[in-house]
């Protein structure tokens, strides 16, 4: 029976990103020439207001609104890694590079319905709101991704994406279908156990309906075969929205994913545990070989990205009581690192020149040393090697699959990493090691906002990663907390 009653703690989230979002496009559209720092303010004031309610509430019994939506410390968790994201976002948003082109009322309030949409995916107790969380965030970052309405590579990639996007979100919505005639309900919390023979496999129309939904979180998460649109979409879209992009919306799908993962215990299921570690294993993989031959930054971060998905699928398979605390780590950690290496290039680009291949940051350590220095640090730490944040997300991750039994998984992930380490380095040898080319740019002016941002990345990459277990502790207490 579904609950007649209204946990506004679940709902105030909602009501602050749809009313900051609304009032956003209101003044955008009575004030055209309100200065865009006093939008991005407004945008960070509600940010924090999330931040603040999601602390408040922190540790509260959890309880949900007419069964829809969670407010347990898991969905406060990954509120405050989309908060995090979000205002990261906004930070790097106020940068020459995109002052020429952004539309900021239109853009930030995009920016909040994109945050409204992940947090009701990770919120989510129902499987149609979990659709609906998906859809908000999708039609956001569609839009999102296209905002160089002059340039005819964004706007054909942004289109790639929404037709794609579409056909997944489609079979989404046929495989909730499909639970629903199984079960009778899409309340995840009332699925666990249906549907289960003796033997404890699922029958009927479930594998069917579970294959589909995963078929949508993978499009969202750019796992293989589903990540085609990924490099094509980040090289078109903003630097911004790019590493908007691959962190807050990778941290939904995953959030979606391990609520209905939990929910049918695929953990303990032979044939979904072999085809999760297929995923994983496809995955690492073709984002690191391929990521060996681009000579585009921002398409070798796409790669990054995929194969990043990869090992933070190995965190999902490692099971609740185990892979969960440490895909949080990874997801917050993740969330650092790759927002401050596509920070970099926004921080050295200019309205007239985009920094985009590794000629443009040939020999760029000469003229631009402490550029040069983050952006080093930012893809150490993506290619997992101490003391940053990147090496513990992946200790972790790999220790708790280990845990669990799949050790030859954590060897070919290891060498999934091995071969990451050649294209992160190269453009650290590029930077440091050879002389300047005719594209490095020159000084971009004063950017203090994005400043701050990448000096909040560059501290949290070392904070993770020289004071990690405080971090996990917190994270291990959510485990119980899933339905």
């Known amino acids: 029976m579904i609950e007649l009653s209204i946990n506004w703690a679940a709902v105030t989230p909602v009501l602050i990103l749809t009313g900051l979002g609304l009032l956003l496009v209101l003044l955008g559209t009575f004030f055209p020439r309100i200065y865009d720092e006093t939008l991005a303010a407004i ?67 995009l920016v909040l319905f994109a945050t409204l949409g992940m947090y009701i995916m990770a919120a989510s107790g129902d ?19 296209g905002f160089r309405r002059s340039n005819g590579f964004a706007i054909e990639a942004a289109f790639k994406y929404f037709l794609l996007g579409a056909f997944a979100s489609a079979f989404f919505l046929l495989g909730i279908a499909f639970i629903f005639g199984a079960t009778g309900s899409t309340q995840i919390a009332a699925l666990a156990g249906e549907g289960q023979a003796a033997s404890g496999m699922l029958t009927g129309l479930l594998p069917y309906g579970l294959i589909l939904l995963l078929v949508g979180f993978g499009f969202k998460l750019a796992l293989f075969p ?24 990778k941290a939904a ?17 032979v044939p979904w545990q072999n085809l999760l570690w297929l995923l994983a294993v496809l995955t690492i993989l073709a984002g690191n070989i391929v990521a060996l031959r681009q000579n585009n930054i921002k398409r070798m971060l796409a790669y990054s990205s995929i194969a990043h998905a990869g090992y933070m699928l190995i965190g999902v398979l490692a ?64 290619a997992g090697i101490p003391p940053t944040a990147g090496f513990i997300g992946k200790y972790f991750v790999f220790i708790a699959a280990v845990r669990s039994g799949y050790l030859w998984l954590v060897i070919i992930a290891l060498i999934g990493s091995m071969i990451g380490l050649y294209y992160y380095l190269r453009v ?6 050879q002389a300047r080319g005719e594209n490095s ?43």
């Open 43 to 109: 945008v960070l004031t509600g940010l924090a207001a999330m931040v603040f309610f999601t602390l408040q509430n922190w540790g509260e019994n959890p309880a949900t609104s007419f069964g829809m939506l969670l407010t347990d410390d898991a969905t406060h968790a990954f509120s405050l890694i989309f908060s995090l994201s979000a205002a990261l976002t906004v930070l790097l948003s106020l940068n020459q590079q995109e002052r020429s082109y952004l539309l900021y009322s239109d853009y930030f309030a």
């Open 319 to 382: 099971g609740i009581e185990n892979g969960y605390p440490s895909l949080l780590f990874y997801l917050l950690a993740y969330t650092f690192m790759n927002i401050g290496a596509f920070g970099v290039l926004t921080w050295l680009g200019t309205a007239e020149h985009e920094i985009l291949t590794l000629d443009d940051v040939r020999g760029l350590a000469r003229i631009r040393p402490y550029s040069s220095v983050m952006m080093a640090t930012f893809l150490i730490s993506l």
């Open 226 to 249: 589903f990540h085609l649109w990924a490099p094509d979409v980040y090289q078109g879209a903003p630097s911004p929205v790019a590493a908007f992009m691959a962190t807050g919306s």
């Open 428 to 433: 650290t040898v590029v930077m440091f090691m």
């Open 127 to 145: 499987l149609i709101m979990l659709f609906l969380g998906l859809e908000v965030l999708s039609i956001s970052l569609y839009v999102l991704a």
């Open 441 to 483: 740019p020159e000084s971009a002016g004063h950017q203090p906002f994005v400043a701050i941002a990448l000096a909040v990345c560059f501290f949290a990459v070392f904070n993770l990663g020289l004071f990690p277990s405080r971090w996990l502790v917190v994270f291990q207490e959510l485990v119980h907390l899933l339905p």
């Open 253 to 269: 799908a995953f959030a979606g994913l391990m609520r209905v993962a939990a929910a049918f215990d695929l953990w303990s299921m």
